[in-house]
T-cell receptor, first 110, second 113 residues
Framework: KNEVEQSPQNLTAQEGEFITINCSYS?????LHWLQQHPGGGIVSLFM???GKKKHGRLIATINIQEKHSSLHITASHPRDSAVYIC????????????FGQGTRLTINP | GAGVSQTPSNKVTEKGKYVELRCDPI?????LYWYRQSLGQGPEFLIY????????DSGLPNDRFFAVRPEGSVSTLKIQRTERGDSAVYLC???????????FGPGTRLTVT
């Protein structure tokens, strides 16, 4: 079993829909990251959080440490949001090396 | 300022050859990470540097892989006797400290034929 599990693996939605991507983990963490990867490979960090909730524009990330679960929400989705969204956790032990989920491929149709 | 840069962006090599992949971190970032991403998978940790020293190399798959960061800035990932299974995108990231956000480079796509 992977230490970081994301769901769904693939998600297709219509422009304007509210999107939720889930991440569950089984290890002790110091922080959780949400990353965005566009075709071609470039990775952009969206959020780093260790508790509560963060918001940036139409993106919202929440984390529940007790339940070892995080969600990434996109409001008023747009075709330019189409990308792979990756959840990654920083382990509590050792250096800040990241353990990544498999990613969720999001496609927003116009 | 400039972000993390990686060169080359693409590298095609024959099985058995030696390759070097370069990472230029954001200026002043003391922490540098190498990850490998196979097709359709999430990235996997390879090695982490704090300054010039490799603080954690537990992700290197075998002794054909080696990385250096001699002056605490630029890092080179070296792969000897490449195998087809080494084909992947090699990602570098840097941060201003181990508890801070990591900034990723565009990656080097390595193809071993």
């Amino acid at each position: 079993k992977n230490e970081v599990e994301q769901s769904p693996q693939n998600l297709t939605a219509q422009e304007g829909e509210f999107i939720t991507i889930n991440c569950s983990y089984s290890v002790g963490i110091s922080a959780l990251h949400w990353l965005q990867q566009h075709p071609g490979g470039g990775i952009v960090s969206l959020f780093m959080l260790s508790s509560g909730k963060k918001k940036h524009g139409r993106l919202i990330a929440t984390i529940n440490i007790q339940e070892k679960h995080s969600s990434l929400h996109i409001t008023a989705s747009h075709p330019r949001d189409s990308a792979v969204y990756i959840c990654a956790v920083a382990l509590i032990q050792g250096a800040q090396k990241l353990v990544f989920g498999q990613g969720t491929r999001l496609t927003i149709n116009p | 300022g400039a972000g993390v840069s990686q060169t080359p962006s693409n590298k095609v090599t024959e099985k058995g050859k030696y390759v070097e992949l370069r990472c230029d971190p954001i200026s002043g970032h003391t922490a540098l990470y190498w990850y490998r991403q196979s097709l359709g998978q999430g990235p996997e940790f390879l090695i982490y540097f704090q300054g010039t020293g490799a603080a954690d190399d537990s992700g290197l798959p075998n002794d054909r892989f080696f990385a250096v960061r001699p002056e605490g800035s630029v890092s080179t990932l070296k792969i000897q006797r490449t195998e087809r299974g080494d084909s992947a995108v090699y990602l570098c990231a840097s941060s201003s400290g181990i508890w801070n956000e990591q900034y990723f480079g565009p990656g080097t796509r390595l193809t071993v034929t």
